[in-house]
């Protein structure tokens, strides 16, 4: 059969993927097997969980074909609120990340905790998309489901139930929940008390590498039963392991739709204001802080759409390599779909401010491309705050195949960006756990030391540094000047 095979799964929003690893980090196999979403209401974000086991049974025996397969990692979507009865049986459709239905619980929580004391707690305030408002919100609207809960879980926690029938979640992913006392790792009685939660309705918290199971109902014959499962971590948290952001002095600096910046911590630290999230990270008795930009790769998608639809995106890159640092003062603030860091936001509103005659596509590409290195370097100013001294980045994410917006971000950072060899992210993450959990890695540094290979680096253009400064000095003054004069919404 070979050497043994590694492999992770990443339960998302639009499908889960499944990768296949060797103990080395080649990528053997990868696979991915779509679900839909569904939306009942304006807002509501909800998906059925067993579309979530029925696609990683599927694309795991697809990647784990001819294999040996000596541990399985999870890694999923965060937040996402899962609950069932007694029997074991789902009682409703699991309601999602992106679901916007909780205000009224968010207000409500912090009112019962007091805003300061909860941000101490769980480093994080109340957000409609965290798992504890939700479970107030069934409470509220749907008494009969809500008291036949007997279990609550996350969504890459109900994948776990399905593959080894045991219930736990990590330290990571139960972070984003709100019910986290994120410094002791473990479930906040304070927190739970408050919000009148029992705390047998929670799982075992473990660490992230840590055997959660074994498989007992194996979709291939290559996967053995008894084959270990890690208990895995958030997709943000295991993509960070995916780059090798797993010691303080390297950040993750993710460039998709939206935009992350994490930097891991040595011990526990939160913003006062919960400006930037506070989480565990998915490495052992190391946290994290982490920012996150709703419009990054996003906005430049949102302008080819808009404007530029027939042209390829590399073409529109070049178009903006043709103008200056500044674009001559242009600039385009990136809250196309309201904000999350630096200004907790849902009202906020995008802009290009500073146009004249001279400016053409390739300048609007440009403040694009600049707007969003801002708003990262928002986030990486925050997390400086708490003592996060950045020497280097891991970038990834799709925005990271352009040069010029990696030299951009670089410069504007002030900090070198670094391309790894793998683009998977969160799966390949998962596969590093997996491998822990497996026995072929001692822990998460030699997994990262042995797989994770830095390809190429880009450094900050420091011609650019003091045109830089100065843009990002203007670009912080638009969000209060123009919130002043923003359409009430």
Known sequence: MGSPTLVGIDVGTTGVKALALSPDGEVLATATHGYPLSTPRPGWAEQDPGDWLRAAESALAEVS???????????????????????????????????????????????????????????????????????????????????????VML?????????????AIDASDASGTLLLDVARRDWSAEVLDALELPRDWLPPVLES??????????????????TPVAAGGGDQPAAAVGVGATRPGT??????????????????????????????HARPDTWQAMGVMLSAAGSLQWLHDTLAKDVPFDALVAEAAAWPPDAEGLLFLPYLAGERTPHADPDARGAFVGLELRHDRGALVRAVLEGVAFGLAD????????????ARARISGGGARSRLWLEIVASVLGVPLELTESEEGSAFGAAL??????????????????????????EPNTAWSDAYREAHERYRALYPALRAVRVPG
């Open 65 to 151: 074909a001819g294999r040996e397969i000596a541990g399985i990692g999870l890694s999923g979507q965060m937040h996402g609120l899962v609950v069932l009865d007694e029997t074991g049986r789902v009682i409703r459709p699991a309601i999602l990340w992106n679901d916007q239905r909780t205000a009224f619980e968010c207000a409500e929580i912090e009112e019962r905790i007091g805003l300061e004391r909860l941000i101490e707690l769980t480093g994080n305030r109340a957000l409609p998309g965290f798992t504890a408002p939700k479970l107030l919100w069934l409470r509220r609207h749907e008494p009969e489901g809500y008291a036949r809960i007997a279990r």
């Open 155 to 167: 969504p890459k926690d109900y994948v776990r139930l399905g593959l080894t029938g045991e219930w």
């Open 209 to 226: 590498p840590a055997v959660s199971g074994h498989v007992t109902k194996s979709p291939s014959d290559t996967v053995s039963l008894g």
């Open 251 to 280: 950040l993750s600096v993710v460039l998709g739709t939206s935009g992350v910046v994490l930097a891991p911590l040595p011990a526990y630290a939160h913003d006062a204001e919960a400006r930037v999230h506070a989480f565990c």
């Open 379 to 390: 986030s990486l100013d925050l997390l400086r705050a708490l003592g996060v001294e950045a």
């Open 433 to 458: 756990l997996g491998g822990v959990a497996g026995g072929v890695f001692r822990d998460v540094d030699e997994a990262v030391a042995r797989c994770v290979r830095v390809t190429s680096t880009v």
